[in-house]
């Protein structure tokens, strides 16, 4: 079979099908290479083992091209406009991976663009040649689209590695059909997260329908989530579709199923395992037709060992778990969020935060999450006169809250542990010289490394 006629797999399976392909290297070949590339509708380029690109096809050059010539430059450079790869800069390098490993890989990564920094998924296989030896690589890039790295009016917004952990699993589950269990302290965003994961599946042109199992009592659940008959009980006037019969088509969102009943868990896992329901009062079994996503800020591994969760819906609802990251865990983010929640909360007023002000919210700890930070600013831009928000329009419990490391000789306080005052220096740092972290780590006097390293720990 030619390598033409290899080809003709679909762009996807292909990028993953090259990890087994046998080909010479002849001139003849790798122009028939470099011709298949440029055929294709996603950004792909060729490397070397040195990162060099060999080649960038039509999409590529469209999407990622920066006005420059792109062949003999190396792809870090374009990329991430490193001096260096990936892993010597604390990112995880597919090249290097597929190297050591002989096998494809994929990984997410912060990508420049004309349009600035995107969350980009990187799919890179390796090419053999007649002796099994790795030549090339070819490397496929795709923008997530569900997520941004500047302040947007919906969606996901974020930057961290922890909230890049994330994305990568929910687009790696998304185009599946798989169940997906969020799991996070309350306020993290669990139903912006479902929501993604709903925009970027094949289901995303069906409906998307969320429940709050918390909000739902015993005796209605039932009703409300399978419908009922015309007469099936004394006030059914009318029969009534249930949200899992709204959901067709799309996907079933359960906030909160660690807050369903035990004797209610039964009659969803029924569903769950037949994928077939009645509705209150029916007699003929329907089909059922969504993909399920479910959410709680309990700990259900504990609620299984207390009898409190039934262990058979535990592991139907569990298949790919999802752990939404805390806003202390993800503090490099606040600006951004804060940003970006001004801009919802008060679209018809642009507010910015003063310095003192992002420097205050960067080192709190916030046990309410993204909802917390959400509600001080809306406060706060209801206090503030024009449109500047100062430390005074700020929650008082915030300031008080917050250790003062505006004195560098800290004298009057307590002793604290120097890895806590490093993690507290670094988190104002981050806040002011942050965007640019080859800068930041050649004024901390540290390796860029050695930064991703400890911002990370």
Known sequence: MSFMTQATYSS???????QSLSIMTTPTQLAELL??????????????????????NKAYRATYGDNRPLV????????????RP??????????????LTGSPQRVLHLHHTPRGEEHVDVELSPIRNAEGNIVYYV????????????????????????FNQM?????????????????????????????????????????????????VTDSLFESELFGYEKGAFTGANQRKHGLVESASGGTLFLDEIGDIPLSL??????????????RVGGVEPLRADFRLISATHRDLKNMVAQDSFRKDLYYRISTFPIHLPALVERREDIPLLAETLLARIRPDRPFKLSQDSLNLLTSCDFPGNIRELRNILERASLLADDDTILPAHLDSEIIQAVPDTSSATFIGQNIIPLATLEQHYLQWALAHFGNDKKALAQQLGISERTLYRKIQS
């Open 265 to 278: 868990q039964v009659k969803l896992l029924r569903l769950l395992e037949t994928g077939t329901y009645r």
């Open 139 to 162: 490397e496929m890039m795709h923008t997530i689209a569900q997520a941004s790295t500047r302040p947007d009016k919906r969606g996901l917004v974020g930057r961290s590695a922890a």
């Open 35 to 56: 011709s298949y590339l440029d055929s294709q509708a996603e950004p792909r380029i060729l490397l070397d083992k040195d990162y060099t690109i060999i080649a960038a």
């Open 12 to 18: 996807r399976v292909q990028c993953h099908f090259w």
């Open 167 to 215: 994305l990568g699993l929910i687009e790696r589950v998304a185009p599946s059909d798989a169940t997906v269990v969020l799991l996070g302290e309350s306020g993290t965003g669990k139903e912006l997260v479902a929501q993604a994961i709903h925009d970027a599946s094949r289901r995303k042109a069906g409906p998307f329908v969320p429940v709050d199992c918390s909000g």
């Open 86 to 99: 990936c892993d010597q800069a604390g990112e995880s390098c597919p090249l290097k991976s597929a190297t």
């Open 72 to 83: 003999g430059r190396h792809c870090y450079e374009v990329s991430h406009h490193y001096t």
